[in-house]
C-alpha cells in the first residue's frame, strides 16, 4: 500500500512558475514508478508525466520543455517544476505510483488527492 499526499498548488499568473511536490508513504519508494495527472473543470484526466525509476522521464506534449519531474528518494518526494504556466494548465494535479511500469502511464494503483493549481491570465 502506498499513500501519496501532494502539495504546492496555488494561483500563479500566466508565465510563472510553481512547483508541486507528493510525498509516499511507501517504505520501498523507490520500487515505484511514479507520475503526474491533471483534471480540468469538465474534462477528464489526463496524463501529464512520468519518471522512471531509472531516471527516464516522459511527458505529454502539451507541457513537454515547460515541466520537469524530479524524486528524491531520501526523501520519498516526486517533484513536479512547472515554467511558463498557462491559464489551460489550470487544474487539479494528482501524483500517482505503480509497480508496473505499463499501468504507471494509462490506470496506476495509487492515487494523492490532489492539489489545485489556477494559471491566471
Known amino acids: 500500500q502506498v499513500q501519496l499526499v501532494e502539495s504546492g498548488g496555488g494561483l500563479v499568473q500566466a508565465g510563472g512558475s510553481l512547483r508541486l511536490s507528493c510525498t509516499a508513504s511507501?517504505?520501498?519508494?523507490?520500487?515505484?514508478?511514479l507520475g503526474w495527472f491533471r483534471q480540468a473543470p469538465g474534462k477528464e484526466r489526463e496524463f501529464v508525466g512520468i519518471?522512471?525509476?531509472?531516471?527516464?522521464?516522459y511527458y505529454a506534449d502539451s507541457v513537454k520543455g515547460r515541466f520537469t519531474i524530479a524524486r528524491d528518494n531520501t526523501k520519498n518526494t516526486m517533484y513536479l517544476e512547472m515554467n511558463s504556466l498557462k491559464p489551460e494548465d489550470t487544474a487539479v494535479y494528482y501524483c500517482?505510483?505503480?509497480?508496473?511500469?505499463?499501468?504507471?502511464?494509462?490506470?496506476?494503483?495509487?492515487w494523492g488527492t490532489g492539489t489545485l493549481v489556477t494559471v491566471s491570465s
Open positions: 519518471r522512471w525509476n531509472g531516471g527516464s522521464t
Open positions: 511507501a517504505r520501498t519508494f523507490s520500487s515505484y514508478f
Open positions: 500517482a505510483a505503480d509497480l508496473s511500469a505499463i499501468r504507471i502511464r494509462t490506470n496506476p494503483n495509487y
